[in-house]
């Protein structure tokens, strides 16, 4: 009996390292209105600074189209599911176009920290065009992480609008 349950370890290793599923649910996602609460430093960001939202944002606009405006804010809300309520620790990469650079002009092509987020609450990860060197056309991919497998992906497409005559008068 021992030999057969030393097999079936040999044979199926993950069952020596079998952690209980964390899941995300995603609630909804695109353009948004958000009230600001607070603003952190973080130097791999384009505007060096991470925005705290007060609440969840309100959803003004169900899109993966994001114009490139400065102000403009755009998300993610989504519930993080998991067999106990506590809080997790997640890894929250926004992934970056070519042509993005730092508010110090050199070549910036992901941002990413930690966080922790509580299971079984609605959550969201927002970014906010700050300042002129974040307003690069192209991609923009969220990816949330828990342990380095990832929960979520989200492209979203950024594009500078097109001028128009009618518009200037």
Known sequence: MQRIGLLV????????????????????????????????????????????????????????????????????????????????????RWTYPEGMKDSKGRSLHKTEYQIERPVKADLSTFYVFESENELVPGKWTLTILYQRHILYKKDFYVFRQAFSHKNNR
């Open 9 to 92: 370890l040999l044979l199926c290793p993950c069952l020596l390292w079998a952690q209980p599923e964390v899941k995300l649910i995603e609630l909804d996602f695109g353009i948004t209105s958000a009230d600001i609460e607070s603003k952190e430093e973080l130097v791999t960001s384009p505007s060096e600074s991470h925005l705290v939202m007060g609440a969840l944002p309100h959803f003004l606009k169900k899109t993966d189209s994001i114009p490139a405006i400065l102000g403009t804010q755009f998300a993610v809300a989504y519930r993080l599911e998991y067999e106990k309520e506590i809080n997790i620790p997640v890894t929250i």
